[in-house]
């Protein structure tokens, strides 16, 4: 959770709130924050960490693994609407990419913007073209977009 | 709820669903159907409460209380783990 911690500000600046969900209780959370994670973030996690014991939340997230009693890596993003716009669910050894994640944040935040109207291929980053679906696109994708740009 | 004491219950997260249509016809109080949702791109979010830690304080997280904003939901295996 440090690495989500260390790129909070720029979530923040992106309008973007952050929780984290484990199966350990808050003053669980409390010592770990306290006594390893202030030591690789400054000031120590600056968003909610949640505790869910029973697993109630990871269940309703499709997360919870019932053998070994633990969350699965799960990454949601939730738009304004309380929608969820792009789920992500590892097994424990792989950690998250989090630069992808605001990748991700911001396309979705371009796509709301344009109320629907543009899309981002693969691959986009800010400041890219994006593409805007229509009659005029179907066949000509090509021509405004290569999968090696 | 963070001047709320701390007592040794294990608390945990919840999940909130909907609350049951008011039933004048039956005098008992029917239970609270338990629905079990499960999370799908392009569909509401569950809603749900939980304890939390939040910069040296204990409170209490209502997702729906923050919709309105983007939202990062971030499900780890556990504290104290190495990745």
């Not at chain 1, 500000?9 to 484990?22: A, I, M, N, P, Y």
């Not at chain 1, 499709?62 to 890596?73: F, K, S």
Request: with cysteine; hydrophobic share 40%; glycine share 10%.
């Amino acid at each position: 959770m440090s690495a989500v911690a260390d790129k909070y500000q720029e979530l923040k600046d992106l309008g973007c709130e952050v929780f984290s969900v484990s199966v350990d209780s808050h003053f669980v959370h409390k010592m770990w924050n306290d006594h390893e994670l202030t030591k690789m973030v400054d000031g120590g996690i600056p968003f909610h960490m949640l505790s869910d014991q029973a697993g109630n939340i990871g269940r309703a997230y499709g997360v919870y693994d019932e053998n070994q009693g633990i969350e699965l890596r799960g990454r949601f993003i939730i738009d304004p609407d309380g929608v969820i716009q792009a789920m992500e669910v590892l097994t424990p050894p792989v950690g998250r990419r989090i630069a992808e994640t605001i990748r991700q944040v911001q396309a979705f935040q371009v796509v709301r913007a344009s109320g629907g109207a543009e899309a981002t291929p693969a691959g986009w980053m800010p400041g890219d073209p994006v593409l805007k679906p229509g009659p005029g696109l179907v066949g000509n994708v090509w021509k405004e977009w290569k999968p090696n740009e | 709820m963070a001047d709320q004491p701390e007592g040794c219950a294990r608390v945990t997260g919840a999940v909130l669903g909907e609350a049951p249509m008011a039933d004048e016809s039956s005098p008992t109080p029917q239970p609270i159907k338990e629905e079990i949702m499960t999370a799908q791109v392009g569909q509401k979010a569950p809603d749900f409460n939980a304890p939390a830690y939040y910069k040296g304080s204990f409170t209490n997280v209502q997702l729906s209380d923050h919709f309105g904003k983007w939202l990062l939901l971030c499900f780890y295996p556990g504290d104290f783990t190495f990745v």
